[in-house]
């Protein structure tokens, strides 16, 4: 492990971790963040810290693959998760989970989003599936999120709350608040007879637009 970008990748985990608790997104600690480090470590924000007294070096440097970890700092109880999705998606750089309450609403009620809003297709890839129940912490909740997670960057947990994904971290936190919105305007339009679904080609084109063609190259 190269140990000067590790401290990078701390920083900017502690620094993402500081702008997830002053969104809306999360109350108290009940959000986690991940970042790629290499093939083998990612680094994961500490369980149960206050966000706001959080420093870099308080972010856990993980093994992916056994989650063993270094430092007296307990990583995140959701960290099995967190390592199985970078694992398991090599384009994927960053991870935010939260419990955000629209997403959790959805979530509660095993209801996925269906693609309804043109910045959901084109950061989540489509429609949020939801991820069957299991308990958190546990392998079984890492399995059935990354099932959930195919082909797309975000998803919600059952009874949990959502998971989001970026090539960094920026993108992850951006994913994370337009599922939340996602969620909360699938809401709002039941209350006018129901969202109008977008059609599987100007998804694929927009999610590709996104993900291939957008920003300053
Ligand atoms: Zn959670």
């Known amino acids: 492990m190269d140990k000067e970008r590790a401290k990078q990748v701390q920083a900017a985990v502690c620094e993402a971790a500081k702008k997830l608790a002053s969104s809306n997104l999360v109350v108290g600690t009940w959000g986690n963040i991940s970042a790629r480090l290499d093939d ?23 093994n992916m693959h056994d989650l063993t970890y270094e430092g ?12 199985r999705i970078l694992l398991e998606r090599p384009e994927i750089g960053a991870v935010v ?23 959901q297709v084109q950061i989540l890839g489509g429609e949020v599936r939801v991820a069957r129940y299991t308990l958190p912490g546990t392998g079984d909740m890492a399995e059935a999120v990354t099932e959930a997670l195919k082909g797309r960057m975000g998803a919600l947990i059952a009874n949990h709350g959502a998971v989001a994904c ?23 339009t039941q209350a006018v007879g129901g969202g109008v679904e977008l059609s599987p080609e100007d998804i694929a084109f927009m999610y590709d637009f996104f993900m291939n063609k957008y920003g300053q190259r």
Not at 53 to 62: F, G, N, S, Y
Not at 101 to 119: E, F
Request: with cysteine.
């Open 97 to 119: 989970h939260t419990h955000s309450t629209y997403a959790l609403v959805m979530a509660a009620a095993h209801k996925p989003i269906p693609p309804i809003c043109d910045d």
């Open 40 to 62: 083998d470590y990612m680094v994961v924000t500490p369980s149960g810290m206050k966000y706001e007294t959080l420093r870099p070096e308080d972010m856990v440097v993980v």
């Open 166 to 188: 970026g090539r960094n971290l920026d993108e992850a936190l951006v994913a994370a608040t337009v599922l939340e919105k996602a969620a909360q305007v699938y809401i709002g």
């Open 72 to 83: 007296s700092l307990k990583p995140t109880v959701e960290t099995p998760m967190h390592a």
